[in-house]
């Protein structure tokens, strides 16, 4: 249930702002700059806590280290929504992004410390409620700012993440009094010799550091960036909004069915590259394609997010241990989120710049090429344990 709720508010503070953006100039004076780097901040807050996490996981459990990142996120959103102006509302926007981030790089290995049997069902699960969360706010957000007010539309999902931490608040109190009573050491992990793991010794650190780039930095500009699009090829700013929430919902059967498909597949690389050939065709549509074909293409783009639930599976795929998970987990989101951080920033600069969507959208080819790229160098059955130089012995080096 923590994992599970958890993952249901991890991205209702990621899409609910984008489609409300011309409700809140009247109180937030937004550019094309300021926009650009509102799509930066999930990537930025991301990648920051990718490379903080894993050295945080050294020091403190995986279970308080999530309830910190709810608590976190929480605070940021309801901070952010009284914000009187734009830099405490992209400052408080940071804040929410390195909770959620924190976040993203602690689920994997809690998965596999939990259930280390059940790995594909429980990736398969989460990622769906990732993106149900992800479709549920751009959906609503224009409806509750008409009624309530766009402060209350970006507040309102604090709730849900105040709900999402119960079970582990539950869970750190339960377990105080049963570490009371001595305990078997844990067998999931490491050696006690060998504690430490270096993924950037590993084509599979490097591998799906770029499958979160390639997938993240199409994500995001299209959270950031899809419905400013769609309204300057002529429709309005409600349906631009739907049409977000369509693209965030297609990620619903994706996030079902790759884990579970994946999950059994030794080498998974055709899989993975047919979601990856559906952002490029559904971006040739966006462009070239009649705006009432929209929904189509959109649905198509859509389809793409399948790549970012076949990331997070491979994490736990391709390690052995729970020290392991959390190693790549923090290595290659902190440095795939840092990369994806250039995605919502240049898509806008570069449609000023050119005064066309086309050289925006030719971008994100460019990082679905590297997405490609990382593919091909995690799809041999091997584990990143296994990798020469990966492991440290802490023993022998003090």
Do not use: H
């Amino acid at each position: 249930m923590g994992i599970l709720l958890m993952a249901l508010s991890a991205r209702l503070a990621v899409a609910g702002v984008s489609p409300i953006l011309t409700a809140m100039t009247g109180d937030l004076p937004f550019d094309a700059t300021s926009i650009g780097l509102l799509g930066m901040l999930p990537t930025a807050g991301f990648a920051l806590m990718g490379f903080l996490t894993p050295q945080l996981i050294r020091r403190i459990r995986l279970e308080p280290l999530l309830l910190a990142s709810i608590l976190l996120a929480v605070a940021g959103q309801l901070g952010r929504a009284m914000g009187t102006n734009l830099a405490v509302f992209l400052g408080l926007s940071l804040l929410t992004m390195v909770g959620l981030g924190l976040g993203n790089i602690v689920l994997p290995p809690l998965v596999k410390k939990y259930f280390p049997d059940r790995v594909g069902l429980l990736t398969a699960l989460y990622v769906t409620l990732f993106a149900i969360s992800t479709a549920l706010a751009p959906q609503l957000a224009v409806p509750i700012a008409e009624s309530a007010g766009w402060r209350v539309s970006i507040g309102i999902w604090s709730i849900v993440g105040v709900v999402a931490a119960l079970p582990w608040i539950v869970l750190l109190v339960r377990d105080r009094s049963a570490r009371q009573a001595p305990s078997p050491p844990p067998t999931d992990d490491l050696p006690a010799g060998l504690p430490r793991v270096r993924p950037w010794r590993s084509p599979i650190g490097w591998g799906l550091a770029l499958i979160f780039a390639g997938c993240s930095s199409n994500t995001f500009a299209l959270f950031t960036w899809l419905p400013a699009v769609l309204i300057d090829r002529g429709m309005n700013p409600g349906t631009a909004g739907s049409m977000l929430a369509l693209f965030a919902i297609i990620g619903l059967p994706t996030s079902l069915v790759v884990p579970l498909l994946v999950a059994r597949m030794p080498r998974p690389f055709p899989i993975a590259l047919s979601f990856t050939t559906m952002f490029a065709v559904g971006y040739a549509g966006l462009l070239l394609a009649p705006t009432n074909s929209a929904p189509f293409w959109v649905i198509m783009a859509g389809l793409g997010q399948g790549t970012y639930s076949f990331a997070l599976l491979m994490i736990n795929k391709r390690t052995r241990t729970t020290t392991g998970s959390g190693a790549l987990s923090g290595f290659a989101q902190g440095i795939g989120y840092s990369l994806a951080c250039l995605g919502p920033l240049l898509f806008g600069l570069l449609q000023d710049l050119s005064g066309t969507w086309v050289t925006s959208f030719a971008m994100l080819g460019g990082w679905l090429l590297a997405l490609t790229a990382g593919l091909l160098m995690i799809n041999q059955p091997r584990m990143l344990e296994d990798g020469p130089g990966v492991l440290v012995d802490q023993t022998r080096r003090s």
